[in-house]
């Protein structure tokens, strides 16, 4: 599995503005159905499917790596460890922003 740390740096940046715009008006009308929670969800959920393939990955090689296979080395043993931690590390600091922003919208006056 290779991950794109350019593509998550992007994504994560785009999501950064997407939330640093909230300050302008929105066009309630502009929204049609749930179209745009549907896509969250999917894109959220497919982030996690990634991260649970880095780590189930990492796990192997680390498994692979102890019992002795020929075929895996020490290198990349420890860059699908790292690869896996980076991944998770990420996703606490999303969800950690998801829990912020949930709080905030709830201490807001009705």
Sequence with gaps: MKVEANAL???L????TQASQ???????????GNTAQ??????L???MDNVNELQQTSGDLKTR????DPNVTLEQTMIASQKAGIAFEATV?????????YKEIMSMPV
């Design 45 to 47: 959920k497919n982030a």
């Design 9 to 11: 740096y992007q994504q």
């Design 65 to 68: 790596m102890e019992l002795g």
């Design 93 to 101: 600091q999303v969800r950690n922003k998801v829990v912020d922003a």
């Design 22 to 32: 909230r300050d302008q008006p929105a066009n309630v009308n502009a929204l049609q």
């Design 13 to 16: 940046q785009s999501m950064a």
């Design 38 to 43: 549907a896509d969250f969800s999917n894109m």
